[in-house]
């Protein structure tokens, strides 16, 4: 079955790394998401990896999947106080489309 | 190039009526997929559309509808709303029917029920 887990808080110092982690239970998934929701506003999407990867790097965003382990990490570096924000992971599986499977949330708390 | 616009931003309603949202789709994308987000079951797959058909549904009950038209432009529809309807409402839209990677989401739309 499809199922997605995150821890839920994250605290980190302005100009630390972040690392978000999130684990899934469906072997054939796809796609999976890093979104980004503030507060008020709907979901941006970060960056996404498909499944024969193993990492995927965008600016200060690095994705890193490790497939044997279903476990998908999000690094921010850098991390800036317009970073904090709550992280959404999510998958996508081939048979359902775009039908995207969400955690709960990571929410990321930058002190600065 | 416009991204995915929803409408109305917010609205209340009051238990027993009906509600219709509105997802206009980045133009040339096809896909339309409709999320419900609670505080307390997260973000929940209601349907997608793709070339005004139906082609996934979530584990939502009869009360929630939805349609694409002609123009990619699609509409969900709760009727006999319940204060548990209350929530953010968010729409997706993709390129193609089959998967590409690239999802983008409105700004959602906040349902508050009475």
């Known amino acids: 079955g499809e199922d997605v887990e995150q821890s839920l808080f994250l605290s980190v110092r302005e100009g630390d790394s972040s690392v978000i982690n999130c684990t899934y239970t469906?072997?054939?998934?796809?796609?999976l998401y890093w979104y980004k929701q503030e507060p008020g506003a709907g979901l941006q999407l970060l960056t996404y990896?498909?499944?024969?990867?193993d990492m995927k790097q965008d600016q200060r965003l690095t994705v890193l999947l490790n497939k044997k382990d279903k476990h998908l990490s999000l690094r921010i570096a850098d991390t800036q106080t317009g970073d904090s924000a709550i992280y959404f992971c999510?998958?996508?599986?081939?048979?359902?489309?775009?039908?995207?499977?969400f955690g709960a949330g990571t929410i990321l708390r930058v002190k600065s | 190039k416009a991204g995915v616009t929803q409408t109305p931003r917010y609205l209340i309603k009051t238990r027993g009526q009906q509600v219709t949202l509105s997802c206009s789709p980045i133009?040339?994308?096809?896909?339309v997929s409709w999320y419900q987000q609670t505080p307390g079951q997260g973000l929940q797959f209601l349907f997608e559309?793709?070339?005004?058909?139906?082609?996934n549904k979530g584990n939502f009950p009869g009360r929630f509808s939805g349609r694409q038209f002609s123009n990619s432009r699609s509409e969900m529809n709760v009727s006999t709303l319940e204060l548990g309807d209350s929530a953010l409402y968010l729409c997706?839209?993709?390129?193609?029917?089959?998967?590409?990677?690239?999802?983008?989401f409105g700004e959602g739309s906040r349902l508050t029920v009475l």
């Open positions: 997706a839209s993709s390129g193609t029917g089959g998967q590409t990677g690239e999802l983008f």
């Open positions: 469906d072997s054939s998934s796809t796609y």
């Open positions: 990896i498909f499944s024969n990867m």
């Open positions: 999510a998958e996508s599986i081939i048979e359902y489309g775009n039908k995207l499977v």
């Open positions: 133009s040339g994308h096809r896909s």
């Open positions: 559309y793709f070339s005004e058909t139906q082609r």
